[in-house]
């Protein structure tokens, strides 16, 4: 009897009693790495399988391998490529391909030339609390009289806020009062990627004569110019016609004009000339209304205490607080069932977690994906791009988007320098793969329950 008799012997007993979703998960790559008759060693690709085999599995497989071993004394766990295991001991002479690593097949990200502001971002649908007051008035006044007293409008605040909500009102507002003007509205990434494409395509005439002659030009998410010289010369050159001959320039960021780095500080004390605004998350009673108010609007009949209940528990953003009213929703309509605070309780339970431990770190990101998948630190984040190294990465990617929320820029910074379009892609990549790969669906599962321990 040899390891692989052995292993595939067990393999087969176990494929009987477990689900099919366990069994390909906990037991793909597995492999019997050597043993004797007390002792048998098993080889697994990562440390989150050794442990889930060790705690969740190793009655079931000393038991199979009993019958094979009656002297069976203990099993170990080895994290260990079954790959590179079999090319040893197989001894092929195999001229390592590298190109399926190197050779990705990178997208294009869709490009779309406008950018429309959405008609439910309006004055009227935005609540207005303590923490965006300002915001808020300094945003009616421009949509009143555009390109006089705040020019630049500088908004800044973390992600969900309502940065997007309060500039596409004002470009509502402005289209209400006179729909010939030209309101464009353009993410900055956008902006930079038709920048470049226009270079590619000799199309920079177009390019300027479109941006230069907008009555009211909105640019969301500046820090996006981070690092991007040639972008940021043009974008200057814009600013300043605009500028110059009175058109409204608005502009929101993640943080203060001064904070952005690598961007131009002659474009970066521009962007304070006019009006800087913060936006800060909403307090308690600005939570609480707008909970009410956005309840209201899906038909949702939530009890006082309920809209207390998510308010107080639920405080990082809107988008979240939106996230939990869709959830609410939607279990309302496939269950119809009355709505008990106990029940939202429940329904809500994920969300709730998440918005309360984010407080995890970057770091901690890293490290518990480099624990699960037994890759040193500096290899993830150095420049290698071998296929174990590059998903391992992407995961990271994705993590540090979906659950810190970073910017595409900053998990680049995080990753040892990588540019945002690698960043882009990486997280793209892991987004799309989940909804077919139960595979990676459980390894998301594990790491972010190490991650939230
Ligand atoms: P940001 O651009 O700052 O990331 P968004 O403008 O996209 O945030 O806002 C996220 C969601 O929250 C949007 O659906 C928006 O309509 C909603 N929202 C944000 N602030 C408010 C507010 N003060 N009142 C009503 N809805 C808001
Ligand atoms: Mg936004």
């Not at 521009?270 to 956005?294: C, H, N, Q, S, Y």
């Not at 038909?299 to 009213?325: F, H, K, P, Q």
Request: proline share 3%; glycine share 4%; charged share 30%.
């Amino acid at each position: 009897m040899n390891k692989k008799q052995i292993w595939e012997t067990v393999l087969g007993e176990l494929e009987v009693v477990l689900s099919k979703a366990n069994f390909t998960t906990w037991f793909k790559d597995t492999f019997v790495y050597s043993y004797d008759d007390k002792t048998v060693v098993i080889g697994v690709p990562n440390s989150f399988t050794k442990e889930w085999l060790k705690n969740k599995y190793n009655q079931q497989i000393t038991e199979v391998l009993k019958k094979q071993l009656p002297k069976l004394e203990s099993i170990e766990y080895k994290v260990i490529s079954k790959n590179k295991v079999i090319e040893k001991e197989e001894k092929i002479q195999k001229i390592t391909n590298t190109n399926s690593s190197s050779n990705e097949n990178y997208e294009e990200a869709p490009r779309t030339d406008n950018y429309q502001i959405e008609v439910k971002y309006t004055f009227d649908s935005f609540i207005v609390g303590n923490s965006n007051r300002l915001a808020y008035a300094t945003a009616q006044a421009i949509a009143k009289q555009p390109g006089k007293k705040y020019n630049p409008f500088f908004i800044y605040g973390g992600v969900g806020l309502g940065k997007t909500h309060l500039m596409q009102a004002i470009g509502n507002e402005m289209l209400t009062r006179n729909k010939n003007k030209k309101v464009l509205y353009i993410p900055c990434e956008e902006f930079t990627n038709e920048y470049v494409m226009a270079i590619q395509n000799k199309s920079v005439d177009k390019f300027k004569k479109k941006y230069r002659n907008a009555d009211l030009l909105l640019v969301d998410d500046i820090q996006f110019l981070s690092g991007k010289e040639g972008t940021q010369e043009e974008f200057f050159h814009t600013f300043n016609t605009l500028h110059r001959s009175g058109r409204q320039i608005i502009l929101s960021a993640d943080r203060r004009p001064q904070d952005l780095p690598e961007v131009a500080s002659r474009l970066t004390s521009r962007f304070a000339w006019g009006m800087v605004a913060d936006i800060m998350p909403p307090d308690l009673e600005t939570r609480k209304a707008i909970l009410t108010k956005k309840s209201n609007e899906k038909m949702l009949d939530l009890s006082r205490e309920t809209i207390d209940y998510i308010a107080e528990n639920i405080e990082s953003n809107i988008r979240e607080l939106e996230g939990a009213l869709n959830k609410i929703k939607t279990h309302v309509e496939i269950y119809q069932k009355p709505l008990s605070t106990q029940l939202v309780t429940e329904i809500l339970q994920e969300n709730i977690n998440n918005s309360r431990t984010k407080n995890i770190s970057p770091d901690k990101i890293v490290k518990t994906v480099s624990d699960f998948f037994s890759i040193e630190k500096k290899e993830l984040l150095g420049k290698r791009r071998y296929k174990e190294l590059v998903y391992p990465r992407q995961i990271i990617m994705y993590l540090l988007r979906n659950e810190l929320n970073f910017s595409f820029p900053r998990i680049g910074k995080e990753l040892g320098g990588k540019d945002h379009t690698t960043i882009m892609h990486g997280v793209e990549k892991i987004k799309k793969q989940i909804k077919r790969d139960n595979q990676l669906q459980n390894e998301l599962t594990l790491i972010k329950e190490k991650l939230y321990i």
